[in-house]
């Protein structure tokens, strides 16, 4: 074997040990609440006495947290919460009964009856005094305005049309900004038109996205809509058709519209968006192979994330794959810039972007009267090629990147539906935490992986070049996002689930009330209040209490494991980052341990262990030197089991003698016997008979003694000089060529007839010529070329004559002859182009030849 150099053995360990991304794997909660211990908390499931709640259930639509009071909107019902009250408690304080009057019509239209109620899809705060509420209305919608102090309606009913969806499954988000409703939704019966729609403006006419229209809504499922800048966002999910050639394929949007939007011209656009644009959020896990999660199912408000505004989104898998989710962050900076990038369009099955020397000026989808259109006063009066642009690509490409490239947190199996967010958590109010609404009535309390200090930004806000070490960098979440809390909430027994619901385990709700330390939490059946954090479970333990890591609770030594809040005295404890070691061991009722066990639910579990921190230069200088390590000492055991070259030895001569104890060695061709010198025949051979009478010997086998009077030499040993040259002159007696010498010819093919002599009894099987081309072992003959022909002559069958044989001839016969029967003549073999190969077997039956 040969040597193997080192610098090849030493490649070979580098690629081998290199890592390769893998997908991150499902952390394990550090603390399990199951019903039992969730079974206290207050619920809200309807009214006491018989309103129809009792019977229907609360059929949850909607939520909103308005200064200390919460509103809930439900089927025929609004209710109002003070969020002061007992935390023992969750009841109403009041609330209003909007019950449809058109059922009739509503069933007349094939509807269910438990569709025909009116569903509270929308309730938003019109100015500090009232709020809008649309509802369904039996398929027949309408909006109303309230009281926030009184819940009494004020001024009349105006048409919910393209302000609140027909069905309550169907998608509606709405938002005063600047006096106008901004909604989305669907505006027909049908649920064919998509629109973006902005309404109930003083002095302004209606703007809505274009109609029937897949390049700008394609089966849209709206989520959040928000104000930030000039513009309104919408985020939203649909249907991409620029992957149509893939199916159906949900992906995740942000749709913008300036504000101060007065539509096109009317020549273009004419009472539609002028600014509409939209680009694809990008939520994945990065690898070689990237993974993506596309459906949007939830998205916060606006959030101070590390000193810069971000949203928060909860984003899920296809509905027809594995189920599993994923949590990120988008810097609001960031989703802004990327309304700067090309534009998309389709060229033939793909879309591609467009060259920007193609792009009018000013660019489609600003604002009037700011940046590139700051000389155009409204938008009204942009170029019509500007507006016919905008018509034909209100699509971007590229897509918006989350912070940290990934995701904060990912979750496999379970698919979450809600997120709230606390970025304000902890002592030092730094740390982020994570709620998240499951579809099988769990809610998960995440730390999230906190921003290095050392991060660099650039003097406008965002991260330098390179900088990758952010909020949700693989090497600060990998090792610093904790599962908190899994919290078991959904008990049916206690949550009616009103018919039609779907799943009615699915949280459909969250809303985190900071003051008051809790978290409201929303099924179809029930409302339910939560508590952000369960200190008291740790109370008695010192290390179970910091080695939770929940920035809720602090360990403050004459009271125990308490929730945070600023009264508490100074000299309470928490161990964020794990520095301290504390392994959440106690023994007994107090104190600290060093087993991995804790007292905290009154059931032992594994507790963490500590983190162990290695420095990076030592660890790099670490796998450095192993590989080194490891590459010398390959390299020295592949020099020292190296085997020394041994010589071939020379082929053997087929001629060679062999010893008795040698083996004997197998050959592909039968060996030929040597060719005799030509020598006079005495005496002329005589006719032979005619096969059809002359008899025959039954041929004794090869290594067998032949039977007695038989001419050819008993045993496996090679025949004599006179027997060999008896053989050859009867071989060569009839082959019809003159002059052919003796001993010249081949072995191949050739048929030679019995002599005539008595001899045992013989069958039917025993009449076809007995082969002789598998001479004894001898040195072959030389060979002639291909083409020099050979003949071999047969024993005529009629009385003396010229010799009869067979003759190998073309399927088609020759002039003259028989097609397929023997003719007279020699056997000739044609030239063929095929390599040499041993020949199959001849064996034809001896019959008389024909005349």
């Given at each position: 074997?040969?040597?193997v150099p080192?610098?090849f053995?030493?490649l070979?360990?580098?690629l ?15 603390s399990?609440?199951g019903?039992a211990?969730?079974?206290?908390y207050?619920r ?13 259930g ?5 939520m ?6 919460l509103f809930?909107?439900?089927?025929d ?18 609330h ?14 094939g ?8 569903y ?21 919608p ?5 009281q926030?102090s009184?819940l ?14 027909f069905?309550?499954?169907?998608s509606?988000?709405a938002?005063?900004v ?7 939704t669907?505006?027909?019966f049908?649920?064919s038109?998509?629109?973006i ?8 006419a209606?703007?809505?996205?274009l109609?029937y ?5 394609q089966?849209p499922?709206?989520?959040?809509v ?18 149509s ?5 949900l992906?995740?949007r ?5 504000r ?7 020549r273009v656009?004419?009472?539609r968006?002028t ?14 192979t ?8 939830a998205?916060?408000?606006?959030q ?8 928060l989104a ?11 989710s ?10 802004e ?5 090309p ?12 060259p920007?020397d ?6 489609p ?6 940046g ?29 990147s989350?912070a940290?490239?990934?995701?904060l ?19 030092l ?5 994570l ?16 921003q290095?200090?050392?991060t ?22 990998s ?5 908190l809390?899994?919290i ?6 206690r949550c009616?689930?009103?018919r ?19 978290l409201?939490v929303?099924?179809?059946?029930c409302?339910?209040r ?26 403050l030594?004459s009271?125990?494991c ?12 928490q161990?964020?980052e ?15 341990g ?8 009154g ?5 963490p ?5 290695v420095p990076?230069?030592?660890?790099v200088g670490?796998v450095l030197?192993?590989?080194a ?9 592949a020099?020292?089991?190296q ?5 071939k030895?020379?082929?053997?001569s ?13 050959r592909?061709y039968p060996?030929l ?8 025949q005495?005496?002329p ?10 008899p ?13 009077g038989?001419?050819?030499p008993s045993?496996?040993?090679p ?15 009839g082959s019809?060529?003159?002059g ?7 072995f191949?093919n050739?048929v ?12 039917p099987?025993d009449?076809?010529?007995v ?8 040195p ?26 067979l003759?190998r ?13 023997p003719?007279p003549?020699?056997?000739e073999?044609?030239l063929?182009?095929?390599?040499p ?15």
């Open positions: 074997m040969p040597g080192l610098p053995v030493l070979l360990l580098l081998a040990g290199t890592p390769t991304q893998s997908f991150p794997r499902d952390l394990v909660a550090r399990t609440v019903l211990a969730t079974a206290a207050p809200f499931g309807g009214l006491r006495g018989d309103n129809g709640t009792a019977r229907l609360l059929d949850f639509q909607r909103l947290r308005l200064n200390g009071t809930v909107a439900a089927r019902h609004i209710y109002a919460f003070d969020l002061g009250q007992d935390k023992g408690t969750l009841y109403p304080e009041r209003l009964t909007w019950e449809t009057q058109d059922r009739e019509n509503c069933a007349m239209r509807r269910r009856q438990d569709e025909c109620h009116n509270i899809r929308v309730l938003v705060p019109r100015d500090a005094e009232t709020l809008l509420a649309c509802g369904t209305n039996a398929f027949s309408l909006c109303r305005t309230y926030v009184s009494a309606q004020k001024g009349d009913e105006v048409s919910g049309q393209a302000r609140c969806p069905d309550a499954k169907q509606i988000v938002l005063f600047d006096g106008s409703l901004y909604s989305a669907v505006a027909d049908q649920a038109d998509a629109v729609y902005r309404s109930l403006s003083p002095g302004q209606p703007l809505r996205t109609k229209s897949s390049r700008w809504l089966e499922h709206f989520v959040q928000l104000p930030y800048g000039p513009y309104v966002y919408f985020f939203f999910r649909e249907v991409a058709v620029e992957l050639a893939l199916g159906k394929v992906v995740a942000v749709a913008r519209v300036c101060n939007d007065r539509g096109g011209s009317p656009l004419e009472r968006w600014s509409f644009l939209k680009v694809r959020l990008q939520c994945s896990v990065p690898g070689d990237v993974f993506y999660f596309d459906v949007l199912e998205v916060t408000a606006p101070t994330l590390h000193g810069r505004p971000a949203v909860l984003f899920g898998t296809q509905p027809n794959s594995i189920p599993g994923a949590v990120c962050a988008f810097y609001l900076a960031d989703v810039r990327s309304f700067e990038g534009f998309a369009e389709p060229r033939g099955a793909t879309w591609t972007p467009v920007e193609r792009v009018p000026q000013p660019r989808g600003c604002c009037a009267g700011m590139p259109a700051a000389g155009v006063v409204a938008s009204g009066d942009f170029p019509d090629e500007t507006l016919v642009f905008a018509k034909e690509h209100p699509l971007l490409h590229g897509a918006v989350p940290g490239g990934r995701p947190f990912t979750r496999t199996g379970t698919r979450l539906t809600q997120l709230a967010v606390d970025t304000g958590a902890g002592p109010a730094n740390q982020t935490v709620f998240l609404g499951a579809e099988d009535g769990r809610v998960l309390k995440v730390l999230a992986a906190a290095r200090p050392e660099t930004q650039t003097p406008g806000g965002t991260p330098a070049p390179g900088d990758t070490r952010e909020l949700g960098d693989s090497r600060d979440s090792a610093k996002t904790l599962l809390e899994d078991s909430l959904y008990d049916p027994g009616h689930s009103p039609g619901s779907g799943v009615p385990s699915r949280v459909l709700g969250l809303e985190l009330h900071l003051p008051g330390r809790e409201l929303a099924f179809a059946g409302l339910l939560l508590p952000l954090s369960r200190c008291a479970l740790h109370s008695s333990c010192r290390g179970s209490c910091l080695a939770a890591r929940d920035p809720y609770c602090v360990w030594p009271r125990g308490v929730p945070f809040s600023e009264d508490l005295p100074s000299g309470f404890q161990d964020m794990g520095s301290l070691g504390i392994s959440g061991t106690c023994q007994g009722a107090a104190g600290d060093d087993k991995d066990e804790d007292l905290a639910h059931v032992r579990h594994p507790g262990g500590p983190e162990a921190t990076v230069p030592v660890l670490c030197g192993a590989f390590l490891g590459a010398l000492a390959t390299g020295l055991v020099t020292c089991c085997r020394p070259a041994i010589p030895a020379p082929p053997e087929p001629c060679a003698p062999r010893s008795p104890a040698q083996p004997p060695v197998p592909l060996a016997p040597p060719q005799p010198e030509p020598q006079p005495p005496q051979e005589p006719p032979a008979l005619s096969p059809a009478r002359a025959r010997h039954r041929e004794p086998r090869r290594g067998h003694t032949a039977a007695p038989s001419a050819e045993g496996p040993s025949p004599g000089q006179a027997g060999r040259d008896e053989m050859l002159q009867r071989l060569h007696g019809g060529r003159p052919t010498p003796p001993g010249s010819g081949s191949s050739r030679l007839p019995r002599a005539a002599g008595p001899g045992p009894p013989f069958g099987h009449r076809a010529p082969r002789v081309d598998v001479p004894p072992d001898s072959p003959a030389p060979r002639r070329p291909l083409a020099q022909s050979h003949s071999l002559g047969g024993i005529p069958a009629n009385p003396p004559g010229p010799a009869r044989g003759t001839m073309h399927s088609l016969g020759t002039p003259g002859g028989t097609a397929w029967g003719r003549g020699a056997l073999r044609s063929s182009m095929k390599p190969l041993l020949p199959k077997p001849l064996l034809l039956p001896a019959t008389p030849g024909r005349p």
